[in-house]
């Protein structure tokens, strides 16, 4: 009998794990820039059957998204990176994107390494605190670390599809979701 549950257990182990694996896995973006090797680590949501205006609408007052589902979007270099006109230090750091009401969207690198998941949307009610959109109240905790803050050129959406995408390709950081993208130079001086 204790073979036989043994047995059972090893079994039902690999299905277990597969059921609990997110519908979609975390993104990652790399290449090189330059003499830099850059690397992006970002979460994927899916927008199903939900439109992007009406996520962008939830964000709070300060229209701050951690560009990506879960934990918040990591960028790591190995040398100085140009990234719009604003130089990075060689090293690793997080990941936002202002989207104001109107108006084009900015990236936000910050030295901080992210806020703890369960106070990203401390002002959220209850039930939609383990919803995949990430809603950030208190970037202005964080503020203060910000390496640079570049403006994004809009890009044409035509690829983008349901899931959140980042993608370092010709030069360019894209970041496209739900058929609207924007984007920015990337460059290794």
Do not use: K
Not at 74 to 103: C, D, F, N, Q
Not at 124 to 143: H, K, N, Q, T, V
């Amino acid at each position: 009998m204790t073979r036989f549950l043994s047995t059972a257990l090893l079994l039902a182990l690999p299905a277990a794990e597969a059921a609990s694996q997110s519908p979609n896995p975390r993104g990652a973006a790399s290449g090189e820039v330059g003499g830099a090797a850059v690397a992006i680590d970002y979460g994927r949501p899916a927008l199903g059957d939900r439109m992007l205006s009406d996520l962008l609408d939830m964000l709070p007052e300060e229209r701050i998204w951690r560009a990506g589902e879960n934990q918040v979007t990591t960028l790591e270099t190995s040398a100085e990176l140009t990234i719009g006109a604003h130089s990075v230090p060689a090293g690793r750091y997080s990941l936002y994107l202002h989207i104001p009401e109107s108006g084009a969207w900015s990236l936000l690198v910050n030295r901080h390494l992210g806020i703890p998941l369960g106070e990203l949307s401390s002002r959220a009610p209850e039930a939609m605190r383990a919803e995949p959109w990430p809603m950030l109240s208190g970037y202005a905790a964080i503020e203060d670390q910000e390496a640079a803050r570049v403006p994004l050129e809009r890009a044409d959406g035509a690829e983008a599809g349901d899931v959140f995408e980042i993608t370092i390709e010709d030069g360019q950081l894209r970041f496209a979701w739900g058929g609207t993208a924007y984007q920015t130079s990337l460059s290794s001086p």
